[in-house]
């Protein structure tokens, strides 16, 4: 059984900048094909970045192309996103997700994703 905790949600400005971590337990990180998802109130959860297990491989949604980094850093089971130039609408509850499956591949369907974590709030003020 995975599981994720996310870590780093906070205030900021708008043009702000922060760094969420998603720490794994219960597994070996470099098996894992991760994901984050956010939801806005009143929003469906949507996708904004995935990585593959070995890092090679990244996609992201166009809203975040540009501002957002995705990594991970398999010896630490932990994996990242960087968020740069935030604006208002980056605000919602981030979600980390994990999936194992096998080769070089991203998901970015919140349905191909087994194990989630609780989420972290970021808001962003204008």
């Known amino acids: 059984q995975v599981q994720l905790v996310e870590s780093g949600g906070g205030l900021v400005q708008a043009g702000g900048s922060l760094r969420l971590s998603c720490a794994a337990s219960?597994?070996?990180?470099?098996?894992?094909?991760m994901g984050w998802f956010r939801q806005a109130p009143g929003k469906e959860r949507e996708f904004v970045a995935t990585i593959s297990r070995t890092g090679t491989n990244t996609g992201y949604a166009d809203s975040v192309k540009g501002r957002f980094t995705i990594s991970r850093d398999n010896a630490k089971n932990t994996v990242y996103l960087q968020m740069d130039n935030l604006k208002p609408e980056d605000t919602a509850v981030y979600f980390c997700a994990a999936e194992v499956r096998f080769g070089p591949m991203c998901l970015l369907l919140s349905d191909d994703y087994d194990y989630w974590g609780h989420g972290t709030q970021v808001t962003v003020s204008s």
């Open positions: 219960g597994g070996t990180s470099s098996s894992y094909i």
